[in-house]
């Protein structure tokens, strides 16, 4: 049975009596496939003749393995992704089928050029990906997943495949300046060349600098990060 194959070292005994003394005894087998091992070379002791002075016996061995196949996982940023490091410590979770005995999860500190491959026994996976992990201050995150479960069959000797893409965009806001007379000031007109500096993180790339001419109604208000 199924269950029988992932033990290794099972024997099983048969005993046939009263056979004919010189009887030339072979054995054969039929109904070996089990669904996710491939059977190796069969060996056998046979053929034997029955003796009426001891008990002969004649072996055959079954050698099972696991079928295996290629369990794939890529992660890249988005078409319209801000060009953001992609954190080391974004975590991703393995189920796999009861013979799997490979990592239960991994970081993208394990993969190699966007990839990450691991052989592994034939069967059904999900692979989810942690998004909380992903997160990079100051950035919206948009996940996806291709399949969108994350659930692949791994077949025999093939390579299935998980691809998860994240979009960043940076989260921005408005920075309003406003520009005014005193209460106690005379009533005069502002310069329009009363100019001001704009410093901002690094990825600001509004204007470094403004002038009274480019406010409306005493205000000027720009997008930023």
């Known amino acids: 049975s199924d269950e029988d194959v992932k033990q290794s070292g099972l024997t099983f005994t048969w005993t046939i009596e009263d056979l004919p003394e010189g009887t030339e005894v072979t054995a054969t087998e039929s109904g070996t496939d089990v669904e996710d091992y491939e059977l190796g070379e069969v060996t056998t002791s046979g053929p034997v ?6 008990t002969v016996k004649l072996s055959i061995g079954n050698p099972y393995e696991y079928t295996m196949g290629t369990l794939k996982i890529t992660k890249k940023l988005g078409e319209d992704s801000d060009n953001v490091e992609i ?8 189920e796999g089928p009861e013979d799997y005995d490979g990592p239960e999860s991994i970081t993208y500190a394990d993969f190699k050029d966007g990839k990450y491959e691991i052989t592994v026994p034939t069967g059904d996976y999900t692979v989810t990906e942690d998004t909380e992990s992903a997160e990079v201050e100051n950035y919206n995150l948009e996940s996806e997943s291709d399949p969108s479960d994350g659930k692949v069959t791994v077949e025999e000797d093939g390579t299935a495949e998980v691809n998860a893409t994240n979009t960043y965009t940076r989260k ?8 005014k007379l005193g ?6 007109e502002i310069p329009e060349g009363t100019t001001f ?8 790339d509004g204007p470094a600098s403004i002038t009274y001419a480019d406010f409306e109604d005493g205000k000027y208000e720009l997008e930023v990060p």
């Open 183 to 188: 209460d106690e000031s005379d009533d005069l």
């Open 87 to 94: 954190p080391e410590g974004t975590t991703f979770t393995i």
């Open 172 to 179: 921005t806001g408005k920075l309003v300046i406003t520009k």
């Open 197 to 204: 500096n704009i410093e901002g993180p690094e990825d600001y």
């Open 49 to 54: 003749t029955t003796s009426t002075t001891e």
